[in-house]
């Protein structure tokens, strides 16, 4: 099944945000595969942002996800890339819908709490370079109810 790299933010950690996230990941009904918090180096923020290198606001966004520890998650499901971006709404949280996590969270661009891999290809890309040492596979005993 498809996976996602979905990460919570240092502003979503301090404003303690972590478990309203993880909930509504949880119970959409995506499975957990892999989580763990840690402090983000400038050349870690660099690689995974490496598409942006060339934008205005390149710097400020490393300085940023370099700014406090973010929790990494990796989230399985059918369809699961897609349906992730749409739980975590627009780019720009004033843009977002209610009822999404930047919609309900935050206001500003530079601290929209939370990330999400926008293709089922970057997703792979970002899941090897945060989780390099693999995701965990286990049975969900609650699979025949959430998948007919
Ligand atoms: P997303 O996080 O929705 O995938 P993105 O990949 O285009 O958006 O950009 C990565 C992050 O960079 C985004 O979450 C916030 C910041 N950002 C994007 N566009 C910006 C802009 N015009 N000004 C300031 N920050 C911006
Ligand atoms: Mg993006």
């Given at each position: 099944?498809?996976?996602t790299?979905i990460?919570?933010?240092?502003?979503?950690?301090?404003?303690?945000?972590?478990?309203?996230?993880?909930?509504?990941f949880?119970?959409?009904?995506f499975?957990?595969?892999?989580?763990?918090?840690?402090?983000?180096?400038?050349?870690?923020?660099?690689?995974?942002?490496?598409?942006?290198?060339?934008?205005?606001?390149?710097?400020?966004?490393?300085?940023?996800?370099?700014?406090?520890?973010?929790?990494?998650?990796v989230w399985e499901?059918?369809?699961v890339?897609?349906?992730?971006?749409?739980?975590?709404?627009?780019?720009?949280?004033?843009?977002?819908?209610?009822?999404?996590?930047?919609?309900?969270?935050?206001?500003?661009?530079?601290?929209?709490?939370?990330?999400?891999?926008?293709?089922?290809?970057?997703?792979?890309?970002?899941?090897?370079?945060?989780?390099?040492?693999?995701?965990?596979?286990?049975?969900?005993?609650?699979?025949?109810?959430?998948?007919?």
């Open positions: 099944m498809e996976q790299y990460m919570i933010k240092p502003d979503g950690v301090q404003r303690g945000l972590v478990g309203a996230i993880i909930a509504r949880e119970t959409k009904g499975y957990l595969r892999g989580m763990k918090m840690m402090s983000v180096t400038k050349e870690h923020a660099e690689k995974h942002y490496a598409d942006l290198s060339s934008k205005p606001f390149f710097g400020d966004l490393v300085d940023y996800m370099c700014s406090g520890p973010v929790v990494c998650m499901g059918k369809e890339v897609k349906t992730g971006r749409k739980i975590i709404g627009a780019t720009n949280p004033l843009a977002s819908e209610p009822g999404t996590i930047r919609g309900d969270y935050c206001i500003e661009l530079g601290r929209n709490v939370i990330h999400g891999s926008d293709a089922v290809d970057s997703a792979k890309h970002e899941i090897g370079l945060w989780f390099p040492e693999g995701v965990s596979e286990y049975a969900h005993t609650a699979h025949a109810w959430i998948y007919e």
